[in-house]
């Protein structure tokens, strides 16, 4: 049993009996922790409203015998407002975050995971055209877990671009497919262009110019290859896409 102190972004919460709230954090030196927050609900409690979600906090826990820690105190680093306050913004952020909550470990430090949702909520508030943040956040989370597509030869038979014309995206193949071994779903040239910029070390110019003509297409192609890793639906993107 002891106190512990870490930065964490709020992921989720849910209630707990008739004040109190369980939060579940992404915390850079500890994993995803799960804690209660007691009183919060309440309008006198000092720290309810910094513990939301789309928030990043340096919070003080205390971990005892049980699964839950406790939150014994909370102030905010970023509560990221040009993100709550912009209805194009919050389903963008939110699907940040529940991606980063299926990826992160109970208790399993992730600092460059923890880094990277920092980062996307950032870019997200900046101000920048948020059409590719998140799909390019799954693109290089998919790299983190090891999880990386293809996207220079036919992932099936092996052979380079320029001897095949690669014209298909399939995680669970691999990455980018030839026309002779084609599966999952059609890639332009332009998005394949678009995904090797992301992940290839453009991504700051890429967040920086307006969305490319092929930007909905390689939405549509991470959100379908981040939902095969985590064999199940992306509910921030599915619900406002109305899928």
């Not at 707990?16 to 804690?35: F, M, Q, S």
């Not at 992730?110 to 900046?126: H, T």
Request: charged letters at 25%; one cysteine or more.
């Amino acid at each position: 049993m002891s106190l512990y102190r870490d930065h964490g972004v709020v992921l989720r919460t849910y209630r707990l009996g008739e004040a109190d709230r369980i939060v579940v954090l992404l915390t850079e030196r500890h994993g995803k922790v799960r804690a209660v927050a007691k009183g919060v609900r309440k309008t006198t409690s000092k720290f309810g409203a910094r513990l939301e979600p789309l928030t990043q906090v340096d919070v003080l826990l205390w971990q005892g015998r049980s699964d839950l820690d406790i939150v014994n105190q909370v102030e905010v680093l970023n509560a990221f407002r040009a993100v709550r306050e912009d209805l194009s913004r919050v389903p963008r952020g939110m699907a940040l975050l529940e991606v980063a909550d299926q990826l992160a470990q109970e208790r399993l430090p992730d600092p460059r995971l923890y880094a990277m949702v920092v980062g996307a909520l950032g870019a997200l508030a900046d101000g920048s055209d948020p059409t590719l943040l998140a799909p390019s956040f799954f693109l290089k989370a998919l790299v983190l877990e090891g999880a990386g597509p293809v996207l220079d030869e036919c992932a099936s038979c092996g052979e380079p671009e320029g001897t095949v014309e690669l014209v298909a995206f399939d995680l669970v193949a691999g990455g980018t497919l030839c026309r002779a071994h084609r599966s999952g779903r059609p890639l332009s040239p332009g998005a394949l262009s678009l995904v090797r910029r992301i992940l290839g070390g453009d991504l700051a110019a890429v967040l920086s110019e307006p969305a490319p003509p092929a930007a909905d297409e390689v939405a549509e192609l991470a959100t379908e290859a981040m939902e095969a890793h985590l064999d199940r639906r992306i509910r921030s993107v599915r619900s406002t896409a109305g899928l």
